[in-house]
């Protein structure tokens, strides 16, 4: 979907919906990520308000009922392709990216399997992975905390305050991160399309952290000192599915804001009263269907979510124009990816034993790039520019190659 001949970025240069819209596209695909819609069926879900909010005189969508936004008990169901993770991604003033996944899963060889996997991934510097796995009796939830840990990773929290305690002999990371939005569901658990249900427990979050390395990576470990790594933002999810990934799921492309570097009405040189952050979600099945999310975020309005979404990609570029329209506000401008910031395979990380526990999962690769926003933003008359930095995420799905059975002479 995305062309990767970007240069590596130092990631210290990037700085510091309650409801589904959703669309089908049949497309034409030229070129990595080079969309030409043919055709763009619409379903809608949900109610939507048109009354003008306060702040900026935009109309928002009214708020409808958002998903629980606490650590919850595992749901562990018994679907032989049943998958459960929460998943933290945080970019530091400094450049350190850090992620990790919570992951519960019924793999082939191992029912309600745990998984835990991070990265710290310092400018310049090699991944650091972070990562254990634990049958049934290796993992708990603590409903009273709620606390979800596996071997010494520990994930707790309610809204809208979290923490994440990560530790093994490669490292040990220590999270605490705020969500100043409420949650949103993104994709629904009975959406036709068969995708995983995916809720935002925290749009956008600012996390504090500290880290030490371990004696796997030549560190003292618990001995050792800690490197804080200041002040980082984005956002943790929660993602559940009863379906084997490569049947309903190819490619998921994640676009999410980072910092505004200008929020003004169009014309003017004064900062808008509110700071929209723009989040993009758009997932891509095995036959070339398409579903499109698009969240704008307030510190104090509702989320406005636009259902008719169109993204045609800039000829020779790696930039989109992106048209959005919901409710009398519409929505016109370009993403644009500048520079590679972190390529991530979770098979070249596993041994051969977890790739068979694995299963589907091991085969999954991210790529990670730096992004910019250019938005105008539209409501009887009054418009409002967004522009900033982003974090653009590309998450695909590679079949597993099937064995050629051998002809017998």
């Keep these: 979907m995305h062309n990767r001949a970007h240069p590596t970025i130092n990631m210290a240069a990037l700085g510091d919906a309650s409801g589904l819209g959703r669309e089908r596209m049949l497309i034409e695909s030229t070129g990595p990520f080079a969309l030409k819609v043919t055709h763009v069926f619409a379903l809608f879900f949900g109610i939507l308000g048109t009354e003008a909010s306060a ?26 392709d049943y998958s459960e993770y929460w998943e933290q991604q945080f ?14 899963a019924n793999f082939p060889f191992s029912k309600r399997h745990s998984l835990m996997v991070a990265t710290l991934k310092q400018p310049g510097e090699k991944t650091i992975i972070v990562k254990n796995g634990r049958k049934r009796s290796g993992w708990h939830f603590d409903s009273a905390a709620p606390r979800l840990a596996i071997y010494q990773h520990e994930l707790s929290g309610t809204h809208p305050d979290y923490r994440a305690k990560l530790h093994n002999t490669a490292a040990e990371i ?29 749009p956008y979050a600012v996390a504090t952290g500290k880290w030490r390395p371990g004696p796997e990576i030549g560190g003292a470990g618990p001995e050792g000192d800690w490197k804080d790594l200041g ?27 980072l910092a505004n570097t200008e929020n003004s009405p169009a014309g003017s040189q004064t900062k808008a ?3 929209y952050t723009p989040i993009l979600h758009r997932f891509e099945t095995p036959s070339g269907e398409i579903l499109s999310v698009l969240i704008l975020l307030s510190p104090s309005e509702a989320p406005i979510r636009f259902d008719d979404i169109q993204l045609t990609t800039i000829k020779g570029q790696h930039a989109w124009r992106i048209s959005a329209a919901t409710a009398g506000v519409e929505i016109t401008g370009t993403l644009e990816t500048t520079a ?28 990670r790039y730096a992004a910019t926003y250019a938005l105008t933003l539209k409501q009887g008359g009054k418009q409002i520019m967004l522009q900033g930095r982003a974090l653009a995420e590309e998450i695909i799905l590679s079949k597993i190659k099937k064995k050629q059975r051998r002809q017998r002479r």
């Design 55 to 80: 702040g900026t005189g935009l109309g928002a969508p009214a708020n409808l009922a958002a998903p629980t936004a606490s650590i919850e008990a595992p749901a562990l169901y018994a679907d032989t």
């Design 91 to 104: 970019l530091f003033d400094n450049g350190t990216m850090v992620t990790s996944q919570f992951l519960i």
């Design 174 to 202: 220590d999270l605490t991160y705020t969500a100043s939005r409420n949650a949103v569901q993104l994709v629904s658990a009975n959406n036709k399309l068969g995708l995983p249900e995916v809720s935002i427990l925290a």
């Design 231 to 257: 002040r980082g933002k984005r956002y943790a999810l929660h993602v559940l599915q009863r379906k084997n990934l490569n049947k309903v799921l190819r490619r998921w492309f994640r676009f999410t804001a």
């Design 273 to 275: 009263p509110e700071a």
């Design 340 to 367: 590679t910031v972190d390529d991530f395979i979770l098979s070249d990380h596993l041994n051969t034993l977890e790739k068979m526990v694995a299963g589907t999962i091991a085969n999954i690769a991210r790529h």
